[in-house]
């Protein structure tokens, strides 16, 4: 099995010899936060590193570590992750609280406004295959699916799918 640290950068195989690259943002109790970005490579050997931008990944959510874990995803390199990036919050149901905000952690961080219920969503982990799917989607390299609008890194200035 292999072990994997936060930070860890991923080459994800979208398409027969095309790589896309993913981030171990945040690791979790039992899973990791994912951040992909939009960029292909068709070598691994190419210098790629210095074209990732752990501060604007495209899609950031919660999976499962098993791709890591089996060597599917390939550890190819380490970038800071930074401290700073927005991960996903949650809108929860507490019991006595009504709806709350939720921290990827678990943590309950309060109440939730009004501005903020349309903004949130349930907590979600993808499984890695959606993972895969919607890293082919935002390259060019599969379909789009609605499911994959859930993943969108909101705080990216792009806004919205990559065109």
Request: proline share 7%.
């Amino acid at each position: 099995m292999i072990r994997y640290r936060e930070g860890d950068i991923l080459a994800i195989l979208i398409e027969e010899e095309y790589f896309t690259f993913g981030q171990v943002a945040r690791k979790l109790q039992h899973n990791i936060i994912l951040s992909i970005f939009h960029n292909i490579a068709s070598d691994l050997t190419e210098p790629f590193l210095d074209k990732i931008n752990p501060n604007t990944p495209t899609l950031i959510f919660e999976t499962m570590d098993t791709f890591i874990r089996n060597g599917k995803w390939k550890i190819v390199g380490n970038l800071p992750s930074p401290s700073d990036l927005i991960i996903p919050k949650f809108r929860v149901s507490v019991e006595g609280q009504g709806e709350c905000i939720q921290d990827a952690f678990g943590k309950i961080i309060g109440p939730v406004t009004l501005m903020e219920s349309d903004k949130l969503r349930s907590p979600k982990s993808y499984s890695p295959p959606i993972a895969e799917a919607a890293a082919r989607a935002i390259n060019k390299k599969g379909p789009w699916m609605h499911v994959f609008d859930e993943m969108l890194n909101l705080d990216d200035s792009r806004g919205g799918r990559p065109s």
